[in-house]
C-alpha cells in the first residue's frame, strides 16, 4: 500500500473511531438518566405502597369501630381513642419511610 492509502484509511479509521466514541458517550449519558428515572419511580412506588397499607390498616380499623355497639356510652370514646391512634400510626409511617 501507498502512503496516500494509508493516509486515507487511517482517516477512514479515525473517524469511525470518533463517532463510536461519541455514540458511547450519548449512551452513556441516556442509562444514567434512565437509572435516575428508574430510581425516582421505585421510591414513588414504594410510598405509594406505604400509603396503601396505611389506607388498608385505616379501614380495618373503621371497620372495627363500626361494627361495634352503638348503643354502648363509651362509644364516642372509644371512637376517638381509635382516631387517636390511627393518627399516631400514620405518624410512626411517615417517620419510618423517611
Same mark, same amino acid.
Given at each position: 500500500m501507498d502512503q496516500e492509502a494509508v493516509t486515507t484509511s487511517l482517516s477512514s &479509521?479515525?473517524?469511525k473511531m470518533m463517532l463510536l466514541i461519541n455514540e458511547h458517550k450519548s449512551l452513556k449519558d441516556e442509562i444514567r438518566t434512565i437509572k435516575l428515572e428508574n430510581h425516582e419511580l421505585r421510591t414513588d412506588l414504594r410510598k405509594r405502597d406505604?400509603? &396503601?397499607?396505611s389506607f388498608k390498616n385505616q379501614i380495618?380499623?373503621?371497620k372495627i369501630v363500626d361494627y361495634i355497639n352503638p348503643e354502648?356510652? @363509651?362509644? @364516642?370514646e372509644l371512637r376517638a381513642k381509635v382516631d387517636e391512634y390511627i393518627r399516631e400510626i400514620d405518624k410512626c409511617i411517615a417517620n419510618v419511610s423517611r
Open positions: &479509521l479515525e473517524r406505604e400509603q &396503601l397499607a380495618k380499623i373503621t354502648d356510652e @363509651s362509644i @364516642s
